[in-house]
């Protein structure tokens, strides 16, 4: 009987390796466990960029059974070191070096250490040194790396003395957690030569000092007929005529299976036994991790913040709806807080966001409101942190629902206020404890155009444009905020003068810090000059969330285009309809620049002249609003909880599944089917709607954004028509198009 092979990668570089490899995360998974391999590690060059996005897409990859629940993935990263950075002028002296996190502490070590690359060491590369080892090795295994490591690199240079010292420093630092790495790429190549001659050394100090070996292989690209892409994209990106002799790989630096790497070493078989046993060394789940000292401030009559949380929602609650609060709201309440109260410290999180707020109004004097996704929730709108009322506008809480440690959550302030609102938070938290956050984009032609490379015709051939390397873009909205300690809990770097995040904004939603969206909006401030100068003149205070929104004199402006609107090619449209309110505003906003537009005829003859027929109420309850036609994706989660019974987590799975582009939607539609079947309804209107929910992605973006959005035009148009005097026009607006 064959005895099954147990073999891991643990030196592996993805598309994050700074144009030097072309391996995507998520195919670096996939192809892993098609191979049986129960385990991987990342290690791009000097960074952890592909960490958070890594241990995301296994998670999912679980939660769907795509993966087995014990795969290990392994957060790590290829260092750059130098002895002392102090004498370390230039990179002559600049070696690798294998770091993977095997527990919480090594992991947050690892943090430290790339963090420290990027902002005490940099030198057109992050490097780190031994005294940051020495200081912060704890938890973390170390492995001597290719051949650019500090270990193989004295043995080719024939400095064995100097190796052994080496080797005995790291042994004695990292203790058993402290690995030789072999690597073996068979070839006709300078590179083979010199890994011949350095391993048969290796070997033999291992053997003198009882150091562990283990076979890596240094994956730089998937499969193997990927090499000669990875040749191009490095010639590419080297600025390098075509010419094998001046690449550094040899064809070979693929994912290998586990039988390929035990044939390949089956001379030394500890060293493929022994990297099952760092595998099996390694525990830490990464995304699980929360800042506990992120607490917002509980005044004493209360017992902990979930109380504290609880009792200004209820107080909330009773201004927005009165002191009978309807069971609707009650329910919704009781959902959304459920979900706040259960899962690590979203209440604390969201306590800390409403004591910002507040501080903002009060403090600050200043104009501030949760546009976007938080309009979907009943609780951000009793908190005040949103004005749009979810019942109302049926809309669906898409915030609480991930079971993340965090909740993307934004401050909309007035533009020029952005200043005095970061000077703000640096001042609560301290400005070591915020940062920006970064977007990574892929080097596309233009960027690498930009960066020199002008022959970037292969492009088009070998190289497939997903597989180039990501630059980072800094993105000035978003601010990430955590107790102390930033360094520590995400890995940093610096774009331009800022110290960034290495994590993209998606993925630090599962990291422990709280992220805060803060965008500037022009039309805030607007609406806080016009309050001020209403206050001054006629010495009254007016709340925005007062202003009725069915006021007669406001439609009327809007419809006689007398209103500059970003999407201004909805006004004659709103003139056919017979009666406008706010909901027939919003659905055109919507509608704009989606497929549905070519629908807006039928939308109004519908909404003037209702005639369509629907298959049931329910159905009809949740199409007729928008005029029988699909604009949300509200109206698909109503389809799936209203009319075929889901539960909120079965529609929001389905929702995910689909959006992620899951190929095998089978069991979902066997599901559909059945309820559709149960429900009554043909089998050809069941296949209609199986093909609306293939639509989701196309449909409007969650009305909360249109509706949140909207009620900010509207309040100006509010303005305008009711005090004239004190309306400005905007000379700073945009104008989105209509196709
Ligand atoms: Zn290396
Ligand atoms: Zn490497």
């Known amino acids: 009987m064959k005895k099954e092979i147990k073999f891991s990668h643990l ?56 993966i087995d629940a014990s795969f290990k993935f392994i957060p790590g990263t290829e260092a750059y070191i130098v002895e002392d950075l102090e004498t370390a002028y230039d990179n002559s002296s600049v070696r690798h070096l294998v770091l993977l996190a095997k527990s919480e502490v090594g992991y947050r070590n690892l943090c430290r250490l790339s963090s420290l690359g990027y902002l005490e060491g940099f030198n057109r590369i992050p490097r780190i040194d031994h005294k940051m080892l020495e200081k912060y090795h704890e938890g973390i295994i170390a492995c001597s790396a290719c051949l650019g490591g500090e270990i193989p690199r004295l043995i080719a240079d024939g400095k064995e003395d100097e190796a052994e010292k080496v080797l005995l420093w790291y042994m004695n630092l990292f203790g058993d957690d402290f690995y030789i790495e072999m690597q073996r790429h068979v070839s006709d190549t300078e590179i083979y030569r010199t890994q011949q001659h350095v391993n048969e050394v290796l070997l033999r100090l291992a053997n003198r000092h009882g150091a562990n070996i283990i076979a890596t292989n240094d994956v730089h690209f998937i499969n193997a007929e990927d090499a000669e892409a990875q040749d191009e994209f490095m010639c590419l990106s080297r600025k390098y005529k075509k010419l094998r002799s001046d690449v550094h790989y040899t064809g070979q630096e693929y994912l290998k299976s586990p039988e390929e790497m035990e044939e390949l070493f089956s001379d030394i078989p500890e060293a493929i036994y022994n990297v099952q046993e760092i595998v099996d060394k390694v525990n830490v789940d990464i995304l699980s991790l929360h800042d506990s000292s992120l607490v917002a401030p509980v005044p004493k009559d ?31 309440i ?93 001042e609560k938290f301290g400005s070591e404890n915020l940062i920006g956050a970064v977007s990574f984009v892929p080097w596309k032609e233009n960027s690498l155009k930009n960066n020199g490379i002008n022959n970037i015709a292969i492009l088009d051939g070998t190289i497939r444009q997903d597989w180039v ?118 659905d055109l906003w919507a509608v704009v620049g989606l497929p549905q537009w070519k629908q807006i005829a039928e939308y109004i003859a519908e909404k003037n002249n209702p005639q369509k027929m629907y298959p049931s109420p329910a159905v009809e309850a949740i199409f007729k609003p928008t005029g029988g036609i699909l604009i949300y994706r509200e109206q698909l989660f109503g389809l799936l909880i209203d009319v075929f019974g889901y539960t909120r987590k079965m529609a929001l799975d389905l929702y995910d599944d689909i959006l992620d582009s899951v ?36 449909l409007a973006p969650k009305s909360s954004v249109y509706v949140s959005n909207c009620m900010l035009d509207y309040r100006l148009a509010y303005f305008k028509a009711n005090y004239s005097e004190f309306f400005v026009e905007n000379e700073n607006g945009y104008e989105k198009e209509c196709n």
């Open 11 to 66: 030196h592996v570089h993805s598309i994050y390796s700074e144009i030097d490899a072309i391996c995507k995360p998520d195919e670096l998974i996939r192809r892993s466990v098609e191979l049986g391999m129960n385990a991987i590690a990342i290690t791009d060059h000097g960074s952890m960029k592909a960490v958070m996005e890594m241990a995301k897409f296994v998670q999912k990859q679980k939660e769907r059974g795509c």
């Open 663 to 698: 190929d095998d939607l089978q069991s979902h539609k066997e599901e559909f089917v059945r309820r559709g079947l149960e429900r009554g309804f043909s089998v050809d209107s069941i296949d209609e709607f199986w093909d609306m929910l293939r639509q989701w992605e196309c």
């Open 469 to 586: 390397s990501y630059g980072g873009v800094l993105i000035h909205a978003n601010v990430l905020i955590c107790a102390n300690d930033m360094m520590s809990k995400l890995p940093l770097c610096r774009v331009d003068d800022n110290i960034v995040s290495q994590y993209k904004m998606k993925e630090i939603d599962c990291s422990e810090v709280c992220a805060i969206g803060i965008y500037g909006i022009y039309d805030l401030s607007r609406i806080g000059e016009i309050l001020k100068q209403i206050k001054d003149k006629n010495g009254y205070d007016i709340r925005t969330e007062d202003i009725p929104m069915n006021d007669k004199s406001t439609f009327d402006l809007i419809c006689r285009g007398d209103y500059f609107l970003a999407v201004n090619c909805i006004v004659p449209y709103l003139k056919q309809l017979n009666r406008v309110t706010f909901c027939e505003f919003v």
């Open 302 to 332: 209360f017992e902990n913040s979930k109380e504290y949380l609880k009792f200004l929602v209820m107080q909330g609650a009773m201004a927005r709806y009165g002191k009978t609060i309807p069971s609707e709201v009650l329910n919704r």
């Open 334 to 426: 009781e959902e959304e807080m459920r979900y706040l109260t259960e899962n690590k410290n979203f209440a604390d999180y969201l306590l800390l966001i409403y004591d910002i707020y507040k501080s903002i109004r009060t403090e600050l004097g200043l104009q501030v409101i949760g546009l976007g996704f938080m309009s979907g929730s009943i609780v951000c709108y009793c908190l005040h942190l949103t004005d749009v009322d979810p019942i109302k506008y049926g809309l669906t809480n898409l915030l609480f629902y991930k079971d993340a440690p965090h909740l993307p959550i934004a401050l909309e302030i007035g533009i020029d206020d952005i200043g005095k609102v970061r000077r703000y938070l640096a």
